[in-house]
């Protein structure tokens, strides 16, 4: 039995290459690990502003469609953009884990950061992080955690509970697979009384009640699961860390520390995060904290990477899957997304 922390980036770009920029590579570390990028400059004099790309989940390096993607938007309106590999991933060291906490992401994030501000053609106080997907939740927390951050890019996540996410995905997994709405709703009240139970290890009694009751309705075969639910012993097992470590995680008590400007965007057609729900949990926290500059929009027919969906809402796919797709596709964003983007940033970090 495996558990994926999703591959969420669904962004793809072309990766362009531009004669305008100029790529120096670099080495930093984080706590011990080498880790390898590539910073893009623009034309002409500095010191610059930069945008430090978050990876989303998965198993990413900076030639990534996605990353390459930043480098286009970004780097001809007169932003320098540092992309680098995933830890474990590409030339990066350390060991790739889908299951890592996001204080060890996070941490890489402001080693980043660092070795941006070392930079003399670095203008270290124009220093903007930008997540998309997984680097939704991990640009907010590198952010809290370092004062050197002028400002946050959070595309497709961020705004609800890691727990709550899964459960969005695995919900249009079946939906896929053909249950209904309703037995959806079904499985996905179950699915979250028993990961909670995965999360802590308590509750087991009343989880294994729900579950057995679960068991005699049709929509639980249907939903893929048989026998018996774990013991409290099974849970202790290594394959439940995806509980432990990952799906713990809740964005408010972060969001409602940031102080540094910052903008949320989201799809209507995002399978990937429910984005209704991603939406209200930034304005909550925005009206609960310390924002000021704080920017959040929902983009009509977009996807999870504010992509244009030709299909309508494409299936979900997790793991090889989703990382083979993700390799493949040539997205495109909506109408609009890339300018007021841009248009943003340039707002407020571009002299």
């Known amino acids: 039995m495996r558990f994926f922390a999703l591959a969420l980036s ?4 072309l990766a362009f290459s531009s004669p305008i920029d100029k790529a120096v590579d670099l080495k930093f570390t984080s706590a011990g690990i080498t880790l390898v990028g590539t910073l893009y400059e623009p034309d002409g004099p500095g010191p610059y502003p930069v945008i430090v790309s978050v990876q989303g989940s998965g198993p990413v390096v900076r030639s990534s469609s996605f990353y390459q993607a930043d480098r286009r938007m970004f780097v001809p309106h007169g932003f320098a953009v540092f992309l680098w590999d995933k830890r474990g991933c590409g030339a990066s060291g350390g060991q790739f884990n889908d299951t890592e906490a996001f204080s060890v992401l996070a941490s890489d994030v402001v080693a980043a950061v660092g070795a941006m501000k070392s930079r003399p053609e670095i203008d270290p106080k124009r220093i903007v992080v930008k997540g998309l997907s997984q680097g939704a939740w991990i640009a907010p927390l590198a952010a809290t955690l370092c004062p050197d951050i002028s400002g946050v890019i959070c595309i497709g996540g961020g705004g609800v509970s890691v727990l709550d996410q899964m459960i969005y995905i695995r919900g249009q997994m079946l939906l896929d697979s053909g249950l209904t709405f309703d037995e959806v709703q079904h499985v996905n009240g179950l699915r979250r009384k ?4 995965y999360q802590t290890g308590k509750g087991y009694d009343e989880a294994k009640a729900d579950w057995q009751a679960a068991s005699k309705e049709p929509w639980f075969a249907k939903a893929g699961w048989k ?8 849970v202790k097992d290594p394959q439940y860390d995806f509980f432990r470590n990952y ?7 972060v969001l409602s520390r940031l102080h540094v400007p910052v903008i949320a965007l989201f799809g209507t057609l995002d399978r990937f995060g429910p984005p209704a729900e991603s939406v209200a949990g930034w304005q909550s926290a925005i009206e609960g904290g310390h924002l000021t500059d704080a920017t959040v929009r929902i983009f009509a027919n977009a996807g999870h990477a504010i992509n244009v969906m030709p299909n309508g809402f494409e299936k979900v796919l997790v793991g090889p899957e989703h990382e083979q797709k993700m390799k493949e596709m040539k997205v495109e964003f909506i109408p609009g997304f890339e300018d007021y983007l841009v248009g943003w940033v340039k707002a407020r970090f571009l002299r």
């Open 10 to 13: 669904l962004l793809g770009a």
């Open 247 to 253: 799906t713990t995680y809740d964005p408010a008590p």
């Open 194 to 197: 028993v990961w909670q139970y």
């Open 227 to 234: 026998g018996d639910l774990a013991t409290p012993e099974d």
